[in-house]
Nanobody, 113 residues
Protein backbone atom coordinates (compact mmCIF):
# COMPACT_ATOMS: atom_id res chain seq x y z
CA UNK A 1 0.00 0.00 0.00
CA UNK A 2 1.45 3.32 -1.10
CA UNK A 3 1.42 6.13 1.41
CA UNK A 4 2.58 9.72 1.22
CA UNK A 5 2.55 11.47 4.56
CA UNK A 6 3.18 15.20 4.82
CA UNK A 7 4.28 16.91 8.00
CA UNK A 8 5.79 20.18 9.16
CA UNK A 9 2.93 22.57 8.53
CA UNK A 10 1.85 25.17 11.01
CA UNK A 11 1.27 28.82 11.74
CA UNK A 12 4.06 31.27 10.99
CA UNK A 13 4.37 35.02 10.66
CA UNK A 14 5.10 36.63 7.32
CA UNK A 15 8.79 36.50 6.60
CA UNK A 16 9.21 33.28 8.54
CA UNK A 17 10.19 29.80 7.43
CA UNK A 18 8.84 26.29 7.52
CA UNK A 19 10.13 22.96 6.27
CA UNK A 20 7.64 20.43 5.04
CA UNK A 21 8.40 16.74 4.73
CA UNK A 22 6.75 14.07 2.64
CA UNK A 23 7.55 10.53 3.69
CA UNK A 24 6.85 7.92 1.02
CA UNK A 25 6.29 4.22 1.58
CA UNK A 26 5.11 1.29 -0.50
CA UNK A 27 6.71 2.49 -3.73
CA UNK A 28 10.13 2.40 -5.37
CA UNK A 29 11.18 5.84 -4.28
CA UNK A 30 13.88 6.34 -6.89
CA UNK A 31 11.44 5.58 -9.73
CA UNK A 32 9.01 8.32 -8.79
CA UNK A 33 8.96 12.05 -9.12
CA UNK A 34 7.40 13.62 -6.04
CA UNK A 35 6.20 17.18 -6.37
CA UNK A 36 4.36 19.67 -4.19
CA UNK A 37 0.97 21.27 -4.72
CA UNK A 38 -1.06 23.61 -2.58
CA UNK A 39 -4.65 24.71 -2.30
CA UNK A 40 -5.63 28.04 -0.82
CA UNK A 41 -9.10 28.59 0.61
CA UNK A 42 -11.62 29.04 -2.17
CA UNK A 43 -9.06 28.39 -4.89
CA UNK A 44 -8.06 25.49 -7.08
CA UNK A 45 -5.09 23.33 -6.29
CA UNK A 46 -1.92 24.71 -7.87
CA UNK A 47 1.53 23.38 -8.63
CA UNK A 48 4.26 24.58 -6.27
CA UNK A 49 7.29 22.70 -7.50
CA UNK A 50 9.71 19.85 -7.27
CA UNK A 51 13.32 19.00 -7.87
CA UNK A 52 13.33 19.91 -11.56
CA UNK A 53 10.90 22.81 -11.84
CA UNK A 54 8.78 25.16 -9.77
CA UNK A 55 6.21 27.93 -9.94
CA UNK A 56 7.45 31.46 -10.51
CA UNK A 57 5.68 32.59 -7.37
CA UNK A 58 8.06 30.61 -5.16
CA UNK A 59 11.29 31.26 -7.02
CA UNK A 60 14.15 32.28 -4.74
CA UNK A 61 12.06 31.50 -1.66
CA UNK A 62 11.33 27.77 -1.75
CA UNK A 63 13.86 24.96 -2.05
CA UNK A 64 13.08 21.37 -2.99
CA UNK A 65 15.15 18.37 -2.00
CA UNK A 66 14.91 14.63 -1.51
CA UNK A 67 16.67 12.05 0.63
CA UNK A 68 16.57 8.60 -0.93
CA UNK A 69 17.93 6.99 2.22
CA UNK A 70 14.84 8.19 4.08
CA UNK A 71 12.34 7.96 1.20
CA UNK A 72 11.48 11.55 1.96
CA UNK A 73 11.18 14.77 0.00
CA UNK A 74 11.41 18.19 1.57
CA UNK A 75 10.08 21.63 0.86
CA UNK A 76 12.00 24.41 2.56
CA UNK A 77 9.93 27.58 2.53
CA UNK A 78 11.56 30.90 3.38
CA UNK A 79 10.30 34.47 3.29
CA UNK A 80 6.76 33.21 3.62
CA UNK A 81 3.93 35.47 2.58
CA UNK A 82 0.24 35.40 3.52
CA UNK A 83 -0.43 34.34 -0.08
CA UNK A 84 1.41 31.09 0.67
CA UNK A 85 -1.34 30.04 3.04
CA UNK A 86 -3.04 26.80 2.11
CA UNK A 87 -3.00 23.05 2.38
CA UNK A 88 0.19 21.62 0.95
CA UNK A 89 0.16 18.23 -0.70
CA UNK A 90 2.86 16.00 -2.08
CA UNK A 91 2.10 13.87 -5.11
CA UNK A 92 3.99 11.03 -6.78
CA UNK A 93 4.27 10.39 -10.50
CA UNK A 94 6.08 7.47 -12.08
CA UNK A 95 9.31 8.45 -13.81
CA UNK A 96 9.57 12.07 -14.80
CA UNK A 97 5.94 12.43 -15.73
CA UNK A 98 3.11 14.52 -14.38
CA UNK A 99 0.45 11.83 -14.10
CA UNK A 100 0.23 11.75 -10.36
CA UNK A 101 -0.84 8.37 -9.10
CA UNK A 102 -0.61 9.03 -5.40
CA UNK A 103 -1.38 11.98 -3.16
CA UNK A 104 -0.79 12.70 0.50
CA UNK A 105 -3.46 13.92 2.86
CA UNK A 106 -2.03 17.42 3.05
CA UNK A 107 -0.60 19.64 5.76
CA UNK A 108 -1.91 23.10 6.62
CA UNK A 109 0.35 26.12 6.30
CA UNK A 110 -0.94 29.43 7.60
CA UNK A 111 1.06 32.63 7.21
CA UNK A 112 -0.14 35.57 9.24
CA UNK A 113 0.50 39.17 8.22
Amino acid sequence: QVQLVESGGGLVQAGGSLRLSCAASGLSFNLYTIDWYRQAPGKEREFVGGITHFADSVKDRFTFSRDAAKNTVYLQMNSLEPEDTGVYYCAAAYGGGTLYEYWGQGTQVTVSS
